[in-house]
């Protein structure tokens, strides 16, 4: 009997083991998953030229359409969707949310920043710097 309960518990570890090893690979997932949306969106920051060419929209469309992924990138995605020239008052205000988070990484933070302030096109620092964020 003292042998079984030692078998049960030890597949209860197993098991737990195995849920907090497949969430932790979950988390690494959706955090790629984050990091690959922000590269995809910084690299259309720098091209654009007024606004985003119509298959830029659609990636960013896909972008902000993704639940997997964080909010704050689905933000940054509808705001550079929607650049004319600049970013729209919607768009600067999701930024400046952004940019006032605790939570969200320098790196998108900064991103957030450039694309409040864009005016026609991103500034030729501002291009480095969203070069050497998302390399």
Do not use: C, W
Request: no cysteine.
């Amino acid at each position: 009997m003292k042998k079984m309960t030692l078998i049960i518990k030890d597949v209860i570890l197993v098991f737990a083991l195995l849920g907090f090893v497949s969430s932790a690979t979950y988390s690494q997932e959706q955090r790629g998953a984050n990091a690959i949306a922000l590269k995809t969106i910084a690299d259309i920051v720098a091209s654009i030229n007024h606004f985003p060419s119509d298959s830029d929209k659609a990636t960013l469309g896909e972008i902000a359409g993704n639940d997997e992924l964080a909010q704050g990138v689905r933000a940054m995605a509808t705001a550079v969707s929607g650049i004319s020239h600049g970013a729209t008052d919607e768009g600067k205000a999701a930024m400046a949310s952004i940019q006032q988070n605790a939570q969200a990484p320098d790196r998108a933070k900064q991103l957030a920043g450039i694309i409040a302030s864009i005016n026609h096109t991103a500034s030729d620092g501002e291009k480095a710097t969203l070069a050497q964020l998302f390399p």
